[in-house]
């Protein structure tokens, strides 16, 4: 069964910037879209940004023009660089496929604020 570990959380002043990593344990992960995911205490998890096949990615609208998606496939691990941070961006950061697997990692505390 595969699965995920995610890093690079932490707390960060708005306007700061993060890099997250997911490596994902099993092999073949070159063949699956990836996706990061967030949920906001008390909220529900949603899609912030993904992949749609090996190049195109997609993102919230929230979001749209201050996270970039990439991955290594090398290394099995998927990053999700966050710029101009906000406030309303503090959540547990989790990857997955798209669509996602009924399986989590622990996921990564993002926590904006001054």
């Known amino acids: 069964q595969v699965q995920f570990v995610e890093s690079g959380g932490g707390l960060v002043q708005p306007g700061g910037s993060l890099t997250l990593s997911c490596t994902a344990s099993r092999s073949g992960f070159s063949a699956y879209a990836m996706a990061w995911y967030r949920q906001a205490p008390g909220k529900q998890r949603d899609m912030v940004a993904r992949?749609?096949?090996?190049?195109?990615?997609n993102y919230a609208d929230s979001v749209k023009g201050r996270f970039t998606i990439s991955r290594d496939n090398a290394k099995n691990t998927v990053y999700l660089q966050m710029n101009s941070l906000k406030p309303e961006d503090t959540a547990v950061y989790s990857c997955?496929?798209?669509?996602?697997?009924?399986?989590w990692g622990q996921g990564t505390l993002v926590t904006v604020s001054s």
């Open positions: 992949f749609i096949g090996s190049y195109v990615t």
């Open positions: 997955n496929r798209w669509p996602p697997l009924d399986v």
